[in-house]
């Protein structure tokens, strides 16, 4: 219980003071007991989404799902981290291996809190007896954007590290020059596309996370296609009715 009130109390220092955590980072302060707790969150706030999008389809698919979303986002994570921890060394980054994993898992963790607050809407829309190709669509765009704003934070601190002199409090404004004055927003940007291609292929890899009404449990389906042409199907879907 202690280490899950120590977890749960760096995911109130990153929201409210996310300069604060960057900067924290950046002295390497206490890198590994962060570490351990944004692994905590992560892991339980991507699998309650997890749970939640396999209601779907019943019990096993729930248990595999809650196991199969958190995976998701780490074997991502591991695939893409050397090119991201690489390519910034190339070109003069000065960020260490420990602290690359802390800013990586810091937009895990923010992906992960904002998926736990989804659920709640998630579970809203199926106990009110939405239909399931609508809850495939729904979450899969919820999921989409605790991603993107997980990654906000990653490009924040990446750049944030940067600066001679990080001030202790910025606006949006200052963030906005951070992204357009730096030579590395390409780097990250470039990054955060490979990271989203290779995270939605390893989504369509591990697939099904939803159990469709009427379909025997699977743990995983023959690997085929693509993630975007899945999706565009079920959108069309439903969209026509079918």
């Known amino acids: 219980m ?20 960057f900067a924290e980072i950046g002295r390497s302060e206490d890198l590994t007991s962060k570490i351990a707790d944004m692994l905590i969150v992560t892991v339980l706030g991507l699998g309650l989404f997890g749970t939640v999008m396999g209601l779907t389809g019943g019990l096993p698919w729930m248990l595999a799902s809650t196991i199969k ?35 990586l898992l810091t937009a895990l963790t923010v992906t992960a809190v904002l998926s736990f607050g989804f659920a709640l809407i998630s579970l809203f829309f199926h106990f009110s007896g939405s239909e399931y ?4 669509t729904l979450d899969v765009i919820m999921l989409a954007v605790a991603g993107s704003a997980g990654l906000v934070f990653l490009v924040q601190g990446t750049l944030y590290l940067e600066q001679t002199a990080p001030p202790a409090h910025i606006t949006f404004s200052q963030w906005l020059r ?7 927003s390409l780097i990250l940007v470039s990054w955060m596309g490979l990271f989203a291609t290779v995270g939605t292929q390893m989504g369509w890899t591990l697939r099904p996370f939803f159990g469709a009404p009427g379909t025997t449990f699977v743990l995983f389906r023959p ?18 009715g079918g």
């Not at 202690?2 to 955590?21: M, Y």
């Not at 951070?178 to 590395?184: A, N």
């Open 2 to 21: 202690k280490h899950l009130v120590s977890a749960f109390a760096i995911v109130e220092h990153i929201l409210r003071d996310r300069t604060g955590h």
């Open 69 to 103: 979303l958190p995976l998701l986002f780490f074997s991502s994570l591991v695939i893409c981290l050397p090119t991201l921890y690489h390519f910034s060394l190339l070109f003069g980054g000065r960020l260490t291996f420990m602290q690359t994993i802390s800013l």
């Open 133 to 136: 190709h609508f809850m495939v």
């Open 178 to 184: 951070f992204v357009v004055g730096s030579g590395r």
């Open 223 to 240: 690997v085929q296609g693509s993630f975007y042409q899945g999706f565009l199907r079920t959108v069309e879907w439903l969209l026509t």
